[in-house]
Nanobody, 114 residues
Framework: QVQLVESGGGLVQPGGSLRLSCTTSKSIFSVYEMGWYRQAPGKQRELVAKTTGLGTISYENFAKGRFTLSRDDAKNTLFLQMNDLKPEDTAIYYC????????WGQGTQVTVSS
């Protein structure tokens, strides 16, 4: 059973920053893909950014230039650094792991509000 443990959400003012972390019991190097999705109230879950096991990273357009995906392979941890946050970034952020089977973290709330 693969486990995903997320942390780092919270309340931040517009223009602020947060860093989300997702630690997995699986070696990131061995996965097909690992990434972050988000779901705002009343909206569908959407991709934010993802990486392949070998390190190819991709971002959705709204994340480019503001969000940075990185990883610590020794700790099996994926990070999402989010800068210049906007109210429309408010959502529950979910870590996702694809090893053939798909796994989701429990989600962490990010609220951007003044």
């Amino acid at each position: 059973q693969v486990q995903l443990v997320e942390s780092g959400g919270g309340l931040v003012q517009p223009g602020g920053s947060l860093r989300l972390s997702c630690t997995t019991s699986k070696s990131i190097f061995s996965v097909y893909e690992m990434g972050w999705y988000r779901q705002a109230p009343g909206k569908q879950r959407e991709l934010v950014a993802k990486t392949t096991g070998l390190g190819t990273i991709s971002y959705e357009n709204f994340a480019k230039g503001r969000f940075t995906l990185s990883r610590d392979d020794a700790k099996n941890t994926l990070f999402l650094q989010m800068n210049d946050l906007k109210p429309e970034d408010t959502a529950i952020y979910y870590c996702n792991l694809n090893v053939g089977a798909i796994y989701w973290g429990q989600g962490t709330q990010v609220t951007v509000s003044s």
